[in-house]
């Protein structure tokens, strides 16, 4: 399988107004400086993407940064691929780690259910206690 993908730098996050089944929706936009690059409309899990590779859950922080989007062929709606834009660090831009947050043990045992601990601990500074937690969490998940 061959990625499709291009480093871009973020111009900035506006909101947008589109038409969706016959009713007009406002929707966050993602804009880049680079030439021929379209906007692209934000959903929750790009938000916590780029929030957790730029390092910072304020788009005003995401100004002038660089990431990497690219087309992902796995991504699933149910049980169906369909394919979705993904973001991942440019191979310049370092990734900035931040401490775990307890309160956000579901959202950490869902990636490493979905991409496993190395991937969460390149992202995340954890106690062992708490990647203990985590996994305790992920074992629920893969029983339920």
């Known amino acids: 399988m ?9 111009r900035e996050l506006l909101e947008v ?7 007009k929706e406002t929707k966050p936009a993602l804009y880049f400086r680079d030439k021929g690059v379209l906007p692209l409309l ?3 899990e790009k938000f916590q993407q780029l929030e957790n590779i730029l390092g910072s859950p ?8 660089h990431v990497y989007v690219y087309v ?3 991504v699933t709606f149910g049980k169906t691929a369909i394919g979705g834009i993904r973001f991942r660090p440019c191979v310049d831009v370092p990734i900035k780690k931040r401490k775990f947050d ?8 869902q990636h490493v259910f979905q991409y496993g ?3 969460f601990l390149e992202l995340r500074d954890a106690t062992p206690e708490q990647i203990a937690l985590i996994e ?3 074992e629920k998940l893969r029983t339920s």
């Open 2 to 10: 061959t990625e499709l993908g291009v480093c871009v730098q973020i």
């Open 17 to 23: 107004e589109i038409s969706h089944k016959g009713r």
């Open 42 to 44: 934000m959903g929750r």
């Open 58 to 65: 304020e788009p005003h922080d995401w100004q002038g940064k």
């Open 72 to 74: 992902d062929e796995t």
């Open 102 to 109: 307890p309160s956000k043990l579901n959202n950490a045992a």
């Open 117 to 119: 601990i190395d991937s």
């Open 136 to 138: 305790q969490a992920v």
